[in-house]
């Protein structure tokens, strides 16, 4: 066993973990953040996509222990200070990005990475950036205009919902 201290969606956080303890594990079992979901345990799907100093990275993949001393930005996190959904998380809701809900925590932290460092996507960027998420009820369409959206709320622009 070994310690692990992180910052957690603002807040420091501490445990005890094994070696072959991932993130995703930790997140969800040891700090009841459960947001970030295990889709597929291959790293293929994306449904456990959370940030990592600053970078998205699948929890399912990643060591509890690589985290050691980090920052970590999970969907809890993407809420207002208020509790009222971010505008990423409204633009979904908005734009009927979401069906089952099952990929959104991931497909919502994958389009936060890609509008800190993209604020004016085209849609060809968006779908190429959600390559590694897997919905499998939308067909992307609405998760696509959902991001554009937001990036426009995000640079001032008023969109309207659909």
Known sequence: MASVTMTVNGK???GDVEGRTLLVEFLRGH???TGTHV???TSQCGACVVHLNGESVKAC???????DGGVVATIEGM?????????LQQAFQDHHGLQCGFCTPGMVMSAADLLQ????????QVR?????????CTGYHNIV???LAAAATLRGEKIAAE
């Open 128 to 136: 190429d950036w959600l390559e590694g998420n897997i919905c499998r």
């Open 39 to 41: 889709g597929c345990d």
């Open 31 to 33: 700090l009841g953040l």
């Open 61 to 67: 993949s990643t060591l509890a222990m690589t985290a």
């Open 117 to 124: 460092k993209n604020a004016n996507p085209t849609e060809h």
């Open 12 to 14: 420091t956080v501490s």
């Open 145 to 147: 205009k959902a991001i």
């Open 79 to 87: 809420a207002n200070p208020d509790g009222s959904l971010g505008v």
